[in-house]
């Protein structure tokens, strides 16, 4: 369990903003690692091709193998600035740059793996920071930039509901939207998180949402300092009472009926819909992440994930 107390300063400065550094560094993971993101589907040969790039490779090397888990440095994605969105990543980059040498060698140190040559080479000579923001500025333009519109209107919507919900219930009920493994209990974050760790908070906590993280996780970066940052899964939605809202009447039946695998024909005939409409509500629960979907022979199944379990 890991214990964030906020002090008043640190209530008083929660906000909620996107940080494209994050979403590149986890769609650099995904890319580095050969997979797929689970509704955005293959990196593409352009995110494959920044690869070559030493620079971007070495932030690769920053980062643990997908599928497991582990700590990243945190100078590769600095808390958002409070400035306009389009500024955002810019600010990001330069702060990554100006990190401190012995600050990025202290960072690297933490890492709980086998530390690559080039990665040490790197630190040594004091470049790490800034050939990281390089690494990161560069695969940005080739594996993102032309796609940000998309997903900056995916980030907007997210960001709207958690600040209705903010407005509407208070930080504690903000809070509590975020993810399962996160609680609010008045005074502090309780934080299901491997071994026993307590944090206080100072000066500001950033809720960030995140759409290319493959894991749904949360990610935290929580410190004594006023750097700290929670990223928390876009979509993730409201408690249950809310879903009607969130996905519509019609695709909440479906999502709550699909705690077993079924088929589209079986949906159809469960709740009087037609197949097609039937199919069209599957395919954007698919997209969000919320259902999966298996060929069993002749058949497509599908069941909610552990995402849609979160909105039941």
Same mark, same amino acid.
């Given at each position: /369990?890991?214990v964030a ?9 929660v906000?909620?903003?996107m940080?494209?550094a994050l ?5 650099l !993971?995904?890319?580095a690692?050969? +997979? ?5 589907g293959?990196?593409g040969p ?8 030493r620079d971007v490779?070495?932030v690769?090397?920053? /980062?643990?193998p997908?599928g !497991?888990?582990?700590?990243?440095? @945190?100078l590769?994605?600095p808390?958002?600035? +409070? &400035? ?6 810019a ?6 740059a100006e990190?401190?040498? @012995? ?7 933490r ?8 990665? !040490?080479a ?15 500025? &560069? ?12 997903l ?8 709207a509901?958690?600040?209705?919900t /903010? ?8 809070? %509590? ?12 974050l309780?934080i299901?998180?491997?071994?026993h760790r307590?944090?206080?908070?100072r %000066?500001?906590?950033v ?12 990610q935290?970066q929580?410190? @004594?300092?006023?750097?700290s940052?929670i990223?928390?899964?876009a979509?993730a939605?409201?408690r249950?009472a809310?879903?009607s809202r969130?996905? %519509?009447?019609s ?6 009926d699909l705690n ?10 469960r ?17 969000s992440g919320l259902?999966s ?18 909105l039941?």
């Amino acid at each position: /369990m890991l214990v964030a107390t906020l002090d008043a300063s640190a209530m008083a400065g929660v906000r909620l903003a996107m940080s494209p550094a994050l979403e590149a560094l986890s769609w650099l !993971r995904i890319t580095a690692g050969g +997979a797929r993101h689970p509704v955005f589907g293959d990196p593409g040969p352009a995110a494959r091709f920044a690869l070559r790039d030493r620079d971007v490779a070495l932030v690769a090397r920053s /980062m643990p193998p997908i599928g !497991r888990g582990g700590y990243s440095p @945190d100078l590769l994605t600095p808390r958002p600035p +409070a &400035v306009r969105t389009d500024l955002i990543m810019a600010a990001q980059l330069a702060e990554s740059a100006e990190t401190a040498a @012995d600050v990025a060698a202290a960072q690297v140190a933490r890492t709980d793996r086998p530390v690559h040559r080039d990665l !040490r080479a790197a630190v040594d000579a004091g470049t790490y920071a800034r050939r990281a923001a390089r690494g990161l500025a &560069v695969f940005w333009q080739a594996a993102i930039g032309d796609g940000w519109g998309d997903l900056r209107a995916r980030f907007d919507a997210d960001l709207a509901v958690r600040a209705t919900t /903010m407005a509407t219930e208070g930080v504690g009920g903000l809070f %509590g939207s975020l993810h399962p493994n996160l609680e609010w209990t008045g005074s502090a974050l309780w934080i299901r998180w491997p071994g026993h760790r307590t944090v206080q908070c100072r %000066g500001g906590l950033v809720l960030s949402p995140s759409l290319l993280e493959t894991d749904r996780c949360l990610q935290l970066q929580l410190s @004594d300092t006023d750097t700290s940052v929670i990223s928390y899964p876009a979509g993730a939605g409201p408690r249950p009472a809310g879903v009607s809202r969130l996905v %519509g009447a019609s695709r909440a039946t479906l999502l709550n009926d699909l705690n077993v695998a079924r088929t589209t024909s079986d949906l159809s005939s469960r709740h009087g819909l037609a197949r097609a409409t039937v199919s069209y509500h599957l395919s954007v629960l698919l997209e969000s992440g919320l259902v999966s979907k298996v060929r069993d022979g002749k058949a497509v199944l599908y069941r909610r994930t552990a995402l849609g379990d979160t909105l039941r």
